[in-house]
Structure formats: structure tokens, C-alpha cells
């Protein structure tokens, strides 16, 4: 076996493959990398050089996969944000599925590996520099617990990369991801006709198109690359004008009684937003990305508008344009 | 477009007066204040949140504040440099209508006019509306990351060493300068920048407060509450007295001793600032 592996092109290896981010990021890898998947959820429509398979991270049939093909990568995103999990699931994958990958990882003789966290491991809090850098401890649990096993996956990985030298272990942090089949929290809030806003608040926030987020994947990859890396897309902006942009209609609510308003909404289930988001919408989370526009030459494809524009999907993009502002 | 939310328009209307308020206060000036730099983006701020457009509206009673009601006088205000600049000054009144005036004087006296960046307590990014005026007019929350960047960018950076400590000094303190803290000294030497002390007469009679009531103050989240005697601030004459250049050489992370010593350069220039204007000066009011 061992010898017709040798043979076997080499696998960048995905997890999370299913997920909207994951598709962009198979739709812009495959012709370039033999890919393999792993995700519990099904990959409706993959293309047919890509081979998933359905399975839990956390289970040893996941390295089985390391075991079959040669991976020569790994994307970690198979990390899940959903607020609406039980605590315990959500810790029990995050944590115990990255646990499982690295291993498998620094045990198979694997090259690289592309860990996908986020910017908001650092915390919006008023007491923010305006851009925070890799450097900045990661405080985003102290005020929003339910977050921790998130910032113990980033520094899960800070670990593998300071144990395992011979690996080259890559840490993105992106921004706020929107995108039109993306379907996390920004994007969701953004897609409100008459979402919340603090009233007196208006911070300036940070937004990555899901394109961009999935090419900063495939950056990672290049030979050589190492270390913690803040991903900025097309710089900062206000939230008021990210609204102007979408033609919203937004709510102010006094930040005092936004909170206990909000907990109540979410806890009988008729809003999806756990309350400490809103810290996202009052104070700044935004950090600096000149370390990876430096080492990777980095430029975002999409501008400012069409990332705030994709929350509406293409069609929406099309027809913006067509009519006069 | 249609639909636009009837608080926008309203608050765009409010916006367009000020601006043209401004235009007819700064008078000659007007022209000038139009050549601002602004290194702003396609939604018409900078990478910090600062709107030029914005601060020239927002501006506009702070110019009447600073012609019509603390009737400013500056002296050597050519003497700040081109290029970054640290603004160090007393602090006091209870509120920062010192920073205020000193911003509006670079607007208005300094050639050509430049917008002056103040580093503000933490606590006004907690506020409502404040936390936005002060963002969208170039105000930033001060940590030492921040004002790096800044400097870094060649602004004009306004701090005051004292802090809370300052503006909130009771009425027998006035113009006794409290303890400068030594961050601004650390970033000047980092970033090479020269430091000019400016003596500010006028804020620290503003508001007279014979107690501070900071423990009541903690519990509604306040950093201090000062009982001033009058409600508003009184029409006190304001003075600005700028030094010359201070340009200090040495390491950054040097112990606290070696930087203290050179804050105190810094301090006592701005004491003898003070002494001289309040020397020269015959009445509080005029």
C-alpha cells in the first residue's frame, strides 16, 4: 500500500468541506490540488474530483483518512459557531475535534497546516486599540463565555505551532466574513430589514468577502509560510454606512435596554442573536492585517461595496447596478 | 433613494447648517479649513473613523465658544512643527473645552490649519454619542498603540499627562500641575516626535468644584464627579501659550526614573508656561 501511495498525488485535506466557505474555498482549489473532505454534513453538488467523506472529526474514522491518502495539508474549518448548540457539543467538537486533527496531523508526517479562526477571538471592548495586533491577548470570553472553546481552538493551534518546528502551521484571523450563501451572525444581521443598532453607536467595522476568506486560505498554503495572521479585507467602515450601502432601515434601541430585551428575545427563541453580540455593534473588534498584506503580498479582490452588497446575494449586486442611485 | 429614514435626512440637514455655521464664524479662514488634509476612504473617513466633513460641522459651536465666549488668545502657536507633533497641556475645568480650544486654535490660527488628534479617557468610548462625535472628529480612545499610529502618520497628537486627575482638580488646585503619567514621554522617544507644551489659562477657573464626590461617581460609572458651583462652564478668558519644541533622545523602555526626568522637562515648561500668563494676565474674565 505504502508504495502506490507513494505514487498517489498528494491531498490537501479539508475539513468543514460543506459548509458555504468551504464550498468557495473547494471551488477555488480543486483544479489546482487534489482535494479530500471531511464534514458530518453532506457535500450536495461537489465537484467530481473531490472526495468527501462524511464522518465526525472527533471519530478514528477521521484518521483513516490521514491513513488512506497523502495528505500533504490540511485546512482546519470544521469549527462550529452555533449559538443555539448545547455548550458541551459545541466545546466537545471545537476542541476535541481540533485536538484530533492536529495529532493526526503531526503524526502522518503532514507539511502544512491551515487553522481557521477569527478576529473576534480578541473581543469588541472599549478599552480597544483601533487595530489590534496578533500580539493582543485573545479576551473575547470575558465577556461572552459562551466563545471560550473558540479561543481555545486558536490557541490550541498556537501550541501545535510552537511544538511541531518541522510543521508549517498557519493561524488566519479574519474579520467578519459576509458573503451571499455565508450564514453566520454579521451576515445574518445584516440581512435584517430593520436591524438593531445601538442608539449613540456607531462603530467602525471590518468586513471580509467570503471569496476573499477562502483565498486567504489558499495563500496559506504557499510553501514557506508560517505563524498568526490577521486577514483584513477592504479596510474599515462605518456600521451606519454599511446600512446607508444596503438601504436598511435600522432600529436605534438604547444600549441600557438593548441587553435584557435582546436576552429575552433569544431565550424564547425569537431572535438568533445571543446577547453579548451586540458588544459587536457598540464597541471596536477591528484589527491590524499589515503582517499578512506583507508576507503574502495580500490584496482583497472585492471592494467595500460589493462585500456589504454580497449579504444580498449576486442577484442583488446585478440589480444595484442596473438602477440609478 | 426612497425609504431613507426620515433621522438620516434630518441629521444630514443638521449637518449642512453647522457646516456653513462654521463657514461664516471662520470668516477669511474658510478657504483654509477646505485644504484640510483628508486621507479618507470611499465612505468619507479615515481608517480611525475621523470625518473631516464631520468635524468642520461639529466644529461649529466650539468656533463660537472660541470667539465669542472664551474669546481665546494664542501666543507662539507657529512655533508647533510640520509633520507629527505630540500637544502636551495642563488639564482642567472639569470638561475638555481646554482640548477643544486648542483643536479649534489649530484650525483656525495655525498655517496652514491642521486637525489635531486628542487621545480621550477609555470611558467615552463607553458613552453614547460621544463615543461617535468623538470618533467621526478625529478623537481617539488613548492607548499607547494608538497614538504610535498615529505620530507614526504624522498627525498632530493633543495628550494630558494628567488625565482624570487633571480635569477634575477642585478649586484650590488650579494650575497645580498633578502627576504626568510617562506614557506620552515613551512614544515620543519611540517615534522621534517633538513635544510642544502648551500652557492653557482660562479652563482651570471655568468650572470651579470645591468637592469630588468620586466614590458616587464609581457607582454610576463615572472616574470622578466633581460638585462644581455653576452649572455651566463660566465665560473665563482663555489663553493659550505655546512653547517652543522639546526633542528628547534616549530608549523608549529606559527605567522609569530616566523617562521621569525628562517629563519633568516637559512639566516645568509647562509651569513656567502658566507663571508667565498668569503673571501677564489682570483679570480671570478679560
Redesign the interface.
Known amino acids: 500500500m505504502s508504495a502506490e501511495k507513494k505514487k498517489e498525488r498528494p491531498v490537501v485535506l479539508v475539513t468543514g468541506i460543506s459548509g458555504n466557505l468551504g464550498r468557495s474555498l473547494t471551488k477555488l482549489l480543486h483544479r489546482r490540488e487534489r482535494i479530500v473532505g471531511i464534514d458530518r454534513r453532506p457535500f450536495l453538488g461537489a465537484p467530481k474530483d473531490v472526495e468527501v467523506f462524511q464522518i465526525d472529526l472527533r471519530k478514528k474514522k477521521a484518521e483513516d483518512v490521514f491513513r488512506r491518502f497523502p495528505v500533504k495539508a490540511v485546512i482546519h474549518m470544521g469549527i462550529m459557531h452555533d449559538p443555539r448548540m448545547s455548550q458541551e457539543e459545541h466545546h466537545s467538537f471545537n476542541v476535541v475535534g481540533t485536538t484530533r486533527i492536529l495529532d493526526a496531523c503531526a503524526r502522518t508526517g503532514v507539511k502544512k497546516v491551515v487553522v481557521l479562526s477569527s478576529a473576534n477571538v480578541y473581543g469588541p471592548s472599549?478599552?480597544?486599540?483601533?487595530?489590534l495586533?496578533e500580539d493582543a491577548p485573545l479576551m473575547a470570553a470575558s465577556r461572552f463565555s459562551e466563545v471560550r472553546d473558540l479561543i481555545e481552538v486558536d490557541m490550541l493551534a498556537h501550541g501545535f505551532f510552537w511544538r511541531h518546528p518541522e510543521l508549517e502551521t498557519v493561524i488566519l484571523r479574519p474579520v467578519h466574513i459576509l458573503g451571499p450563501t455565508i450564514k453566520n451572525a454579521p451576515s445574518n444581521y445584516l440581512r435584517l430589514r430593520h436591524p438593531w443598532v445601538?442608539?449613540?453607536?456607531?462603530?467602525?467595522v471590518q468586513l471580509i468577502h467570503q471569496e476573499d476568506a477562502a483565498r486567504a486560505m489558499v495563500e496559506a498554503l504557499s510553501p514557506g509560510l508560517r505563524g498568526v495572521y490577521n486577514v483584513v479585507g477592504p479596510?474599515?467602515?462605518?456600521l451606519s454606512?454599511v446600512f446607508?450601502e444596503l438601504?436598511r432601515?435600522?432600529v436605534?434601541v438604547?444600549?441600557v435596554l438593548a441587553r435584557p430585551l435582546l436576552s429575552l428575545l433569544f431565550r424564547y427563541r425569537l431572535s438568533g442573536f445571543p446577547p453579548p453580540e451586540l458588544d459587536h455593534i457598540q464597541?471596536?473588534c477591528n484589527v491590524d492585517g499589515s503582517a499578512w498584506v506583507r508576507d503574502v503580498a495580500w490584496v482583497p479582490r472585492f471592494?467595500?461595496?460589493e462585500t456589504i452588497r454580497s449579504v444580498d446575494g449576486e442577484a442583488a449586486l446585478g440589480l444595484a447596478a442596473a438602477t440609478p442611485? | 433613494?426612497e425609504?431613507k429614514?426620515v433621522?438620516?435626512n434630518l441629521a444630514d440637514e443638521v449637518k449642512r447648517s453647522l457646516r456653513s455655521w462654521t463657514d461664516t464664524l471662520a470668516g477669511e479662514r474658510a478657504g483654509a479649513l477646505r485644504t484640510l488634509r483628508r486621507p479618507a476612504?470611499?465612505?468619507g473617513?479615515d481608517?480611525?473613523?475621523f470625518d473631516v466633513d464631520y468635524l468642520l460641522a461639529a466644529a461649529a459651536p466650539l468656533i463660537w465658544l472660541y470667539k465669542h465666549y472664551f474669546r481665546v488668545e494664542t501666543h507662539g502657536i507657529e512655533k508647533v512643527p510640520k509633520g507629527r507633533v505630540l500637544l502636551v497641556a495642563n488639564h482642567g475645568g472639569q470638561l475638555p473645552f481646554d482640548g477643544a480650544m486648542v483643536g479649534i486654535s489649530m484650525l483656525l490660527e495655525a498655517n496652514p490649519p491642521r486637525a489635531v488628534r486628542s487621545m480621550t479617557e477609555?470611558?467615552a468610548?463607553?458613552?453614547?454619542?460621544?463615543?461617535?462625535v468623538f470618533?467621526?472628529s478625529g478623537q481617539?480612545?488613548g492607548?499607547p498603540?494608538?497614538c504610535r499610529?498615529l505620530l507614526e502618520a504624522d498627525e498632530a497628537v493633543m495628550v494630558f499627562p494628567e488625565g482624570v486627575r487633571g480635569i477634575s482638580k477642585l478649586w484650590p488646585q488650579r494650575y497645580q500641575l498633578q502627576d504626568f503619567g510617562l506614557g506620552f514621554m515613551r512614544l515620543a522617544l519611540e517615534t522621534a516626535t517633538p513635544i510642544v507644551p502648551i500652557g492653557i489659562i482660562g479652563a482651570e477657573e471655568q468650572a470651579p468644584a470645591l468637592l469630588n464626590l468620586k466614590p458616587l461617581g464609581k457607582l454610576i460609572g463615572f472616574p470622578a464627579l466633581p460638585l462644581t458651583v455653576t452649572p455651566l462652564p463660566l465665560p473665563t478668558k482663555y489663553r493659550l501659550y505655546f512653547g517652543d519644541p522639546l526633542h528628547f533622545t534616549g530608549l523608549p523602555d529606559d527605567e522609569d526614573t530616566e523617562l521621569d526626568k525628562k517629563v519633568r522637562v516637559v512639566k516645568s515648561a509647562i509651569q513656567s508656561l502658566l507663571q508667565h500668563g498668569l503673571e501677564e494676565r489682570k483679570n480671570v474674565f478679560w
Open positions: 472599549p478599552d480597544n486599540s483601533n487595530f495586533t445601538l442608539a449613540g453607536f456607531d462603530p467602525m479596510g474599515e467602515v462605518p454606512s446607508r438601504g432601515a435600522p436605534p438604547p444600549h464597541f471596536l471592494s467595500m461595496r442611485p | 433613494m425609504g429614514p433621522l438620516e476612504n470611499e465612505f473617513v481608517r480611525f473613523g477609555k470611558w468610548a463607553t458613552l453614547p454619542f460621544v463615543s461617535t470618533a467621526r481617539i480612545v492607548t498603540e494608538n499610529r
